[in-house]
């Protein structure tokens, strides 16, 4: 079993920068790719970013150049970095941890809004 408690939404205004935390504990060494996903209100959950156990990151296309994943393996937290914030980006930010043998966990979520 893996947890993921996902922290760090909030109100942020039109080109404004927030950071995400995404918590993980339980089994975390079959963890092998972390990602962020997110659900604006009246769409389908759309992936974000993803990072491997090795480093690898890939991003969503629409987030390319302005958000940033990371993971501190000592504190097992992933990170999204987000910048130059768009009111496109409002929605719940969800946490996912894939491990090996595949199983898929996700964190609850938390609300982004950006809004002057």
């Known amino acids: 079993q893996v947890q993921l408690v996902e922290s760090g939404g909030g109100l942020v205004n039109p080109g404004g920068s927030l950071r995400l935390s995404c918590a993980a504990s339980g089994s975390i060494g079959r963890i092998y790719v972390m990602g962020w996903y997110r659900q604006a209100p009246g769409k389908q959950r759309e992936l974000v970013a993803t990072?491997?156990?090795?480093?690898?990151?890939a991003y969503a296309d629409s987030v390319k150049g302005r958000f940033t994943i990371s993971r501190d393996n000592a504190k097992d937290t992933m990170y999204l970095q987000m910048t130059s914030l768009k009111p496109d980006d409002t929605a719940v930010y969800y946490c996912l941890a894939n491990t090996t043998p595949l199983e898929t966990y996700w964190g609850k979520g938390t609300l982004v809004t950006v809004s002057s």
């Open positions: 990072i491997t156990s090795g480093g690898g990151t």
